[in-house]
């Protein structure tokens, strides 16, 4: 009942489209009943012979062509008030939807693989339940009136039709319900296909893999997943198409032959002499329309009781509990410290640890740089501590307070980050950098993109900051826009996390891997100036870049391992020391 509320409320978006749309309808089912009455009429009339009346007989004519006209004249314009209610519904649905991911908190929801699959299903759902229902609940307040019109001449002229329709009309409503369900789950036994399809068509599409699928010749392998894909689903749905045309056809034989048995009675009767012409036309057409429109109605019934199935995964995204409990107090400006207090965390319940009893503390206005091989869970540390997961044991503090009592957005506003798989946005150069502070002004965004050393780039592209950044959208004049190369890229993401230039914390996580040697430097000054006095955590392979931090921590198997400057980890001669003699070690082959 809830999800037919829920439907019925979006069905209702634009009450006014929905207003004529049901009143040009209804307006729609009188000109059939109408068209039938003045047609037995003229062809009594025309049945009179020599003493019929042609003025008569002429005016019914105009008669069935007006009812015809004002029949198209609402048919027409119902189908542009449908059109507009149709684009409401999707407009709201959407907004509700959309108004919902962005409620989550963290990231563990687009982690789940059935929540991706209830989630497309819910986009699918959204778009058209609403509609079919509403068109439902029209069409069979519009067929009931034409229905009931009909299946009240037949009565009248023929008892028993009544009956005779009904027992049509039962079964094939109870039919229609029962393969609505079979319809409903093959559409969702192919969710994750249609996923995996939608997967390698961006593939196949997108610019950024565009390299590698030609350079390893991937485009037949990808190819050949997609069509594997929508072949898969394509077989669940026919299987369940087929089930359906086998019923349906059984079922239009039955209706047939229970329309054939009216007709012959129908026709002994007027040859019998006790039904006129015009009787026995009115009869048949009333039998037919009465047929076609239960058969409408029963139609109908399927497609929203598969639709209204389907809803339920709408309804079930919106009330999906929220992934983290948001916090109560607003983070304050860090004064003392963050940290992290016998910190445990995995992503899965059954999954590997990778946070194992982290202890670590971040002073206000320390720069701590972050050094580990490859997974040894730096980038989980950082997810952790912009609260994107919580620790599934031990915490994380800001200033003595649990970060699980902050308000998130009030925490993640005093924080600005880079992180390693950063977004490239394709939107204005402007609005690249700019999104990092909403709202912001033009110089706001021009100091960012300074301190970031991306400034005289930009301001030299052909519309300077207003250039898109998009190879694959075109610009103000139809042009594609222009892309930047992977270093400058990266300088965007972190003229982006600059533009919070009051932020306590700054996190980077390797934000100067593809820059060029000069760009480095000067970046990295630039971000001691930054930091000057504000907190930093800042992760790099490269360890170089690191050496001024005021402490490097080194992180491994999810524990901290060594932490200390970095003349007091090349004294102590432990991991640090090692990784950092590899480094150089490189550095000086190559100069030699
Ligand atoms: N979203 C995730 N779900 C499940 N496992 C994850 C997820 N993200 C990371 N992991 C796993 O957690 C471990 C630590 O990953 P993390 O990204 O924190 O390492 P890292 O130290 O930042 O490594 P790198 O130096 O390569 O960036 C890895 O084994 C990785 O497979």
């Known amino acids: ?78 189908g542009y008030f449908t059109t507009a209610l149709q684009h409401a519904i999707t407009i709201a649905a959407e907004v509700r939807l959309y108004r919902k991911l962005n409620s989550f908190l963290g990231l563990g929801p687009f982690e789940q693989p059935a929540l991706r699959d209830r989630l497309a299903l819910a986009q699918q759902a959204a778009d058209q339940t609403p509609y079919v229902v509403v068109m439902f609940a029209v069409n069979v307040a519009q067929n009931v009136l034409t229905v009931g019109g009909f299946a009240a001449i037949l009565t009248s002229l023929w008892p028993p039709a009544g009956l005779l329709l009904l027992a049509v009309a039962v079964p094939e409503f109870l039919i229609q319900l029962r393969l609505s369900r079979r319809a409903a789950r093959a559409v969702e036994d192919s969710a994750g296909l249609f996923r995996a399809r939608f997967l390698f068509q961006t593939v196949l599409t997108d610019l950024r893999a565009a390299r590698e699928v030609r350079l390893y010749h991937l485009g037949r392998f990808f190819h050949d997943r997609l069509t594997g894909a929508v072949r898969a689903a394509a077989r669940i749905e026919l299987a369940a198409a087929r089930h359906a045309t086998a019923v349906q056809t059984c079922w239009a034989l039955a209706g047939v032959a229970a ?26 057409a009333a039998l037919a329309a009465a047929h076609s429109g239960l058969a409408g109605i029963a139609g109908q019934l399927g497609e929203a009781g598969t639709a209204m199935r389907l809803f339920r995964h709408y309804v079930a995204v919106l009330d999906t509990p929220a992934d983290l ?131 005289d780039r930009l301001r030299a592209l052909p519309h300077g900051y207003d250039t898109l950044l998009s190879r694959t959208f075109a610009d103000q004049d139809g042009e594609p826009g222009v892309t930047l190369s992977g270093g400058q890229w990266q300088r965007v993401a972190l003229a982006r996390s600059l533009m919070r230039a009051d932020a306590d914390l700054l996190v980077l996580d390797e934000p100067s891997s593809g820059l060029d040697a000069d760009a480095e430097t000067r970046v990295h000054d630039s971000l001691a100036r930054i930091r000057h006095g504000r907190t930093g955590l800042l992760i790099s392979h490269r360890l170089s ?48």
């Open 545 to 592: 870049t690191l050496r001024d931090a005021r402490r490097i921590v080194v992180l491994d198997g999810g524990r901290v391992i060594e932490s200390g400057a970095h003349d007091e980890l090349m004294t102590a001669d432990g991991e640090y020391a090692r990784l950092f003699r590899l480094q150089a070690g490189g550095y000086q082959l190559a100069a030699s």
């Open 259 to 284: 329309t054939l048995a009216a007709t012959v009675v129908a026709v002994n009767a007027a040859v019998r002499g006790r039904l006129s012409l015009g009787d026995l036309t009115l009869l048949l």
């Open 1 to 78: 009942m809830a999800t037919l509320r829920a439907a019925l409320r979006l069905g209702c978006a634009d009450p006014k489209a929905l207003t004529a749309m049901v009143a040009l309808v209804l307006v729609g089912a009188a000109p059939p009943l109408g068209v039938a009455w003045f047609t037995k009429l003229l062809f009594d009339e025309v049945g009179r012979g020599r003493s019929a009346s042609p003025s008569t007989a002429t005016w019914y004519a105009v008669a069935i062509a007006a009812l015809g006209a004002l029949a198209a004249i609402a048919n027409r314009l119902s």
């Open 325 to 455: 409990a948001d916090g109560t107090r607003p983070a304050p400006p860090l004064r003392s410290a963050i940290r992290f207090e016998d910190v445990w965390f995995r992503y899965d319940e059954d999954g590997p640890w990778i946070l194992r009893g982290v202890d670590l503390t971040i002073e206000a206005g320390e720069a701590v740089g972050l050094v580990g091989l490859n997974g040894a869970g730096k980038s989980t540390l950082v997810k952790l501590l912009c609260r994107f997961y919580d620790p599934d044991r031990g915490r994380i503090t800001w200033d003595g307070v649990d970060l699980r009592e902050l308000r998130v957005e009030t925490l993640r506003r005093r924080m600005g980050a880079v992180f390693q798989d950063f977004m490239c946005y394709d939107l204005t150069a402007a609005e690249n950098v700019g999104i990092g502070r909403l709202p912001h002004t033009p110089e706001q965004v021009e100091e960012a993109a300074t301190r970031a050393e991306i400034h």
